[in-house]
């Protein structure tokens, strides 16, 4: 079940029958997949409901919903110290042999990855954090997170993953590096589940309530650059959010959310605060077109607005 991601949480057990009845006669996608944490007021842990099994699932492709992971990576490993005394507004200098150095600051990448969904933006920040250094923190099992695995280039730009360029951070310049990778996923070599991507976006927005324990390692400034890149209009990739935010009017809704997308997996992970004090996550995920979760998540969206999840 889902809850070896969250072991050292104690999360409360996931019910799949409300969730079930929320969807009763409403077309989901193949292989659809889903997670809903609702949110009480005063209640940073959440209630859990899921589709069937499926939350922990691994057997499908992320594409851009899996930028999140590394955007978070990154900003830790400038706020952990190892960059020197720097920001999350710290210049980044990627080698390139032959070539004009990749300079860009770290939160324009961070919002380039999350708002923009920039494929090259999320191979430099993995490339920053590095493929092992990734795998053995953030994505490792004693944080939650050990069924999640980023390794997969995104851009034309980048020959691999698993093969980093020097990089100068500030004053700190760091050797060019390889890692073997690691072996994690059934399908590809990234993979995820839905319930990790509604975790993440748990320990993201609620950061200032959760214990210490539970934190993400950011201060308030890359705090900050996450919430504002997840916040912010996409230029595509909407519906998922839009149907959720729909299901509620006339009660207004704030959304951040990262979608993604590519040629046949659709996904999404959002989290909601409607006017009034609720607040909600939906991770879904399943195969077909652009909308093609789009009647799930407005059934969804109705039983969040009504109270039935």
């Known amino acids: 079940m889902w809850m070896a991601l969250l072991v050292a949480l104690a999360a409360p057990p996931i019910d799949t029958a409300r969730l079930e009845a929320a969807l009763a ?16 007021p005063g209640d940073a842990a959440g209630r859990w409901f899921g589709w069937q099994d499926t939350a922990d699932d691994t057997d499908w492709y992320p594409a851009s919903s899996l930028k999140i992971f590394p955007a978070v990576a990154a900003l830790e490993l400038v706020d952990g110290g190892a960059l020197g005394a720097v920001g999350p507004s710290v210049e980044l200098r990627f080698e390139r ?109 609620l950061h200032e309530a959760l214990p210490a324990g539970e934190r993400l390692r950011l201060k308030p400034r890359s705090l900050a650059v996450l919430r504002g890149a997840l916040g912010a209009r996409k230029p595509r990739g909407t519906e998922v959010a839009d149907a959720l935010v729909a299901a509620h009017r006339p009660r207004a809704v704030r959304v951040w959310h990262k979608p993604g ?14 006017a009034g004090g609720r607040r909600w996550i939906v991770a879904l995920a399943g195969r077909g077109k652009r909308d093609a979760l789009t009647a799930a998540a407005g059934a969804i969206g109705r039983a969040l607005a009504a109270g039935r999840l």
Not at 25 to 40: I, Q, R, Y
Not at 175 to 199: F, K
């Open 25 to 40: 006669g409403v077309p989901t996608p193949v292989d659809f997949k889903a997670v809903v944490v609702v949110l009480d």
């Open 97 to 205: 042999p032959g070539r004009p150095p990749y300079r860009r600051r770290l939160d324009w990448l961070v919002g380039q990855a999350l708002t923009q969904s920039s494929n090259l933006a999320f191979d430099r920040l993995v490339q920053l954090v590095g493929v092992d250094a990734l795998h053995a923190d953030l994505l490792g099992p004693a944080r939650g997170f050990g069924q999640t695995a980023v390794q997969l280039r995104y851009s034309d730009s980048v020959d691999s993953l698993l093969e980093a360029p020097a990089i100068q951070a500030g004053a700190v310049r760091r050797p060019a590096s390889e890692s073997a990778g690691v072996d994690r996923c059934t399908v590809a070599p990234s993979c995820t589940s839905v319930a990790a991507l509604a975790e993440l976006m748990r320990r993201i927005m």
């Open 261 to 274: 997308f590519y040629p046949w997996w659709r996904s999404d992970v959002v989290y909601g605060e409607v």
